[in-house]
C-alpha cells in the first residue's frame, strides 16, 4: 500500500517562486506543513528539472513529504521522485503506469464526473479535481467547477482526491466538507513574503476544520 498524505499539497510555480526560488519555497513550506510537493515547470528542459527535483529530493529526505513531478516521466524516473502527475491530455495512464513502474505514486487530473467513474483505481492512485475557482497560475484551464462540481466529482472517485484551482486557506472547511481529502495550491504559497507562514494558516485551517 502506497503511503501519501495529500492533506496539504503545493504545487511549485517557477514564475511565483522566482524571488525565493522552488527549493527554498518548498523548504519554508515543508516546515509549515506541507505533506506533498510537485514540481511543476512546463518551460524547462528535462535536464533542469532534474537538476531542481534532486534538490528537492535531498531536502525531503528522511521527511513524510512525498515529492511528485508533473507530466515529465523522463525526469521523475531521473530524480528518483515518490511520484508522477499527469492531465488528461499529457498521457494515457495505463502508459505512465507501465513507463514509472508499480511502486511509484500516479496522480490524474480530472475535470468531469465522466472522467472521474472512468478511472482505472489498480492503476491511478488519487486524483487532482478541478479547477474549483478561475485562477490566473494556468490560463489555459477548463471550466471551474465550483465547490458543487467538486462535491459531484470526488463521490464518483474510486481514489483519493485533492481538489485544486484558485484555492486558499479561506476555502479549506468548504473543500473538506465536499469530501475531498486535500487541497493543492500554487499562489497562496508560492510567491508569497512568507510562504512558511502561508502554509501554517493552511495547515491549521484543515485541522480546524477536521475536528
Known amino acids: 500500500m502506497k ?17 525565493i526560488g522552488m527549493v527554498e519555497t518548498a523548504r519554508a513550506a515543508f516546515a509549515g506543513g506541507a505533506t506533498i510537493v510537485q514540481l511543476r515547470d512546463k518551460d524547462t528542459s528535462t535536464a533542469a528539472m532534474i537538476e531542481t527535483g534532486l534538490a528537492l529530493k535531498q ?11 508533473n507530466d515529465n516521466v523522463e525526469a521523475a524516473i531521473a530524480i528518483g521522485a515518490d511520484g508522477l502527475h499527469i492531465g488528461q491530455e499529457d498521457m494515457d495512464a495505463h502508459e505512465a503506469r507501465r513507463m ?11 475535470e468531469t464526473e465522466a472522467l472521474a467513474s472512468a478511472i482505472d483505481a489498480g492503476i491511478v492512485d ?8 478561475a485562477t490566473q497560475t494556468k490560463p489555459d484551464h477548463k471550466q471551474p467547477i465550483g465547490l458543487d462540481g467538486l462535491a459531484g466529482i470526488v463521490k464518483l472517485c474510486p481514489v483519493p482526491t485533492v ?24 499562489s497562496a504559497i508560492c510567491g508569497t513574503p512568507d510562504p512558511a507562514a502561508a502554509t501554517v494558516l493552511i495547515a491549521q485551517a484543515i485541522r480546524e476544520a477536521r475536528k
Not at 3 to 19: I, N
Not at 59 to 69: C, D, H, K, P
Not at 126 to 133: K, L
Not at 166 to 172: M, P, Q, R, S, V
Open 100 to 110: 514509472i513502474g508499480p511502486d511509484m505514486i500516479l496522480g490524474l487530473s480530472v
Open 3 to 19: 503511503s501519501f498524505d495529500l492533506s496539504l499539497y503545493l504545487v511549485l510555480d517557477p514564475v511565483l517562486c522566482a524571488d
Open 59 to 69: 531536502m525531503l529526505a528522511g521527511s513524510n513529504a512525498r515529492l511528485i513531478v
Open 163 to 186: 481538489a485544486i484551482g484558485g484555492l486558499k486557506a479561506e476555502h479549506t472547511a468548504a473543500v473538506l466538507a465536499a469530501g475531498a481529502d486535500g487541497l493543492a495550491v500554487v
Open 126 to 133: 488519487y486524483a487532482g479535481v478541478g479547477p474549483v475557482f
